[in-house]
């Protein structure tokens, strides 16, 4: 069995902040791409979502997640 299998899926996409404290996270995400050029900031990006996605483990929350992304556009 997989640690995937073994951890439980979150059931729904969390829509309220879990950090701490929200602004040193978003820091932390603009300081990553300082000093990058267009290409590496968005070759950086893609890597976190999926990096991330991955720790999600849950296709219908990264779904929500998705759509909520695209919304905001």
């Known amino acids: 069995m997989n640690a995937a ?3 439980a899926p979150a059931s729904r996409l969390a829509r309220e902040s879990r950090f ?3 602004d040193a996270a978003f820091r932390l995400l603009a300081q990553a791409h300082r000093d990058l050029d267009e290409r590496a900031s968005a070759a950086l990006n893609t ?3 999926l990096i991330l996605a991955n720790q999600i483990g ?3 929350v990264l779904r929500e997640a998705v759509a ?3 919304e905001a556009s």
């Open 5 to 7: 299998a073994t951890m």
């Open 20 to 22: 701490a404290d929200p």
């Open 47 to 49: 890597r976190l979502v």
């Open 58 to 60: 849950d296709e219908q």
């Open 68 to 70: 909520l992304a695209r």
